[in-house]
């Protein structure tokens, strides 16, 4: 069953947050997965979304990735504390239930081994991720036998762009394996809200 995740932006110190939720994920001694935007290279809504968090309270808001059970802990948790200096119930600033989240991604490769390393890569996605988009080129060109990998002219060329789309926490999975290929470009990863 597809696990349901909320973008939360938490208003406070970084380390005070990050020991909150590590804190309550080892009081609870359950499993549940969170994510910083930061960390794992999720796009923000918009340029002056960025700017706007970078002149009024720079390092201060966190958006975070974490699965609905988490959450509910969480805002549960919270709410029977007394409001202290460094978090409180109203330190969650917003929540919006995600929908689904995409990255595109592109790759070149000038050498038969390679291309097939990045096929690989591609093909292996975790369940429950869709490609779409996918527009692989495969050129080989006989004049340029012998010509070395500086060369504006290769013998082989692989080329291509694609797609992926899914849920949480398979895209940062694919988006992580993708990117540790060093001919494979991961956009950030955007997500869509309800």
């Known amino acids: 069953m597809a696990r349901t995740f909320y973008e939360v932006v ?7 947050i990050y020991g909150l939720l590590e804190g309550f994920l080892l009081g609870t001694g359950k499993r549940m997965a969170y994510y910083f935007s930061k960390s794992v290279n999720i796009k923000r809504e918009t340029f002056s979304e960025v700017i706007k968090e970078w002149v009024t309270l720079g390092n201060r808001l966190h958006h975070v990735i974490i699965d609905e059970e988490f959450l509910s802990g969480i805002k549960k948790a919270v709410q029977k504390q007394p409001d202290v200096k460094h978090f409180g119930e109203n330190y969650i600033k917003s929540e919006r239930k995600i929908k689904s989240a995409t990255f595109d991604f592109e790759f070149k490769a000038y050498a038969k081994k390679f291309a097939d ?25 006989r004049d340029a036998k012998g010509v070395e990998l500086y060369s504006p002219d290769h ?9 992926i789309q899914g849920g949480f926490p398979e895209i940062i ?3 992580k394996k993708l990117d540790e290929h060093p001919l494979i470009h991961p956009d950030s990863i955007v997500i869509e809200r309800e």
């Open 10 to 16: 938490f208003e406070g110190n970084y380390h005070t």
């Open 173 to 175: 999975e694919a988006w």
């Open 117 to 141: 390393e990045i096929k690989a890569v591609i093909e292996q996605l975790p369940d429950g991720l869709t490609l779409s988009d996918y527009k692989p080129h495969e050129e080989v060109d």
């Open 155 to 163: 013998e082989f060329t692989f080329k291509g762009t694609g797609k």
